[in-house]
């Protein structure tokens, strides 16, 4: 089964690097470069398994995308990225319970195994 993600990324050289990596490692993957677009996917695809986004962006930032997404698509797993801060799924060190994130910058090898995690715990699934 192939696997498909809705990679949700404002700064196009993460967005391409991300996007890349993803297809190399077998992923069927829809990009969006903010919360809007991505909302569109959401309710026009007719498969997307992980919704991994940014969490610093302009407008609407990536946690409140994944829960306006998850009213959408409860199943929907959410694979947290940033480089910035980690206040929005980290409180006094510690991920909030659920939370899948990647700090960036991160490799090929470090993405393929949080997407991997991401999915199994969404669909308790062998990826």
């Not at 998850?70 to 060190?93: E, I, K, Q, S």
């Amino acid at each position: 089964m192939q696997y498909t993600i809705l990679l949700v990324e404002d700064d196009e050289r993460v967005r391409q690097f991300a996007l890349e990596a993803l297809r190399e490692l077998g992923y069927r993957v829809i990009e969006a470069d903010g919360a809007a677009r991505a909302m569109t996917h959401l309710t026009t695809e007719a498969q997307i398994d992980l919704l991994l986004t940014d969490i610093v962006m302009p407008e609407t930032n990536g946690r409140q995308l994944a829960e306006q997404a998850l009213r959408v698509r409860p199943d929907l797993a959410v694979l947290y990225m940033t480089g910035f801060t980690r206040n929005a799924v980290v409180h006094n060190g510690m991920l909030d319970p659920g939370v899948n994130f990647l700090p960036k910058p991160f490799t090929i090898d470090q993405l393929a195994a949080k997407v991997r995690e991401a999915i199994q715990g969404a669909n308790g699934l062998k990826v």
